[in-house]
């Protein structure tokens, strides 16, 4: 093989890590980690999430090398606006569920005089499943992945059409960069999922507070696109 192939496919695998901390593929990776407190499954979230950004670029990638198809600019934006409104429901729903297991009671309390009433926030108790399912929650990040592989598929694939001395190189090049934005993506939502599995046996209060602020970051990176 080409040293400069090689060379360039190196690259390719470290556009792919880098790939993988674009801010609306964080934000919608993080969507789904909040839901888990354990670092594998929130790694195996990622994972998913890489498979379908990478079937969905190599889809791409065929069609365009073997087929001659074309994805025009006007398809490429609107399923940009799709990931944005994705993302916007996304944080919708995290903010919501986040905010439905909060509940205020008044509980009466004496502390050495007079009985008073407190005002008390109550959190309620979090489903902790300790058995681990490989396919359990994969479908939302494989679904994502795909959609966000779609929407940024064309740049790309004319780019290494470009630039790549074959056809084949091509598709090597689409793949490896693929393998690169997976391991990027389970490194990077490994590490979102750290804080999550370590509130899970502590505070409650502050495993809400950080699921309030992911959910509220991905509805404003999808306002963002969509602005």
Do not use: N
Not at 136 to 156: F, I, K, T, Y
Not at 167 to 183: C, E, N, Q, R
């Amino acid at each position: 093989m080409d040293t400069s192939l090689i060379a360039a496919l190196g690259l390719g695998f470290l556009l792919g890590l880098r790939h993988a901390l674009d801010a609306d593929h964080v934000a919608a990776v993080s969507t789904f980690v909040t839901q888990d407190r354990s670092v594998l499954r929130s790694c195996l979230r990622g994972t998913f999430w890489g498979l379908g950004h990478t079937t969905a670029l190599l889809g791409a990638g065929v069609a365009v090398v073997a087929f001659k198809l074309q994805i025009s600019p006007a398809l490429e934006r609107g399923l940009e606006r799709v990931v944005a409104i994705v993302l916007v429901g996304l944080g919708a729903h995290v903010v919501v569920r986040t905010l439905s297991v909060v509940s205020l009671h008044r509980h009466e309390h004496s502390h050495g005089g007079p009985p008073h009433r407190h005002l008390h926030v109550h959190l309620g108790d979090v489903d902790e499943h300790r058995h681990l399912h490989l396919w359990r929650g994969a479908p939302q990040p494989l679904l994502m992945g795909l959609l966000h592989g779609l929407a940024g598929s064309g740049a790309l694939v004319l780019l290494v059409l470009t630039t790549m001395p074959s056809p084949a190189a091509a598709v090597v090049y689409i793949l490896v960069f693929g393998v690169g934005s997976t391991a990027g993506m389970l490194l990077l939502s490994g590490l979102i999922g750290v804080p999550f599995a370590l509130t899970a046996g502590g505070s409650r209060t502050l495993g809400t507070a950080l699921q309030l602020v992911v959910g509220a970051c991905s509805i404003l990176v999808g306002m963002l696109m969509l602005a």
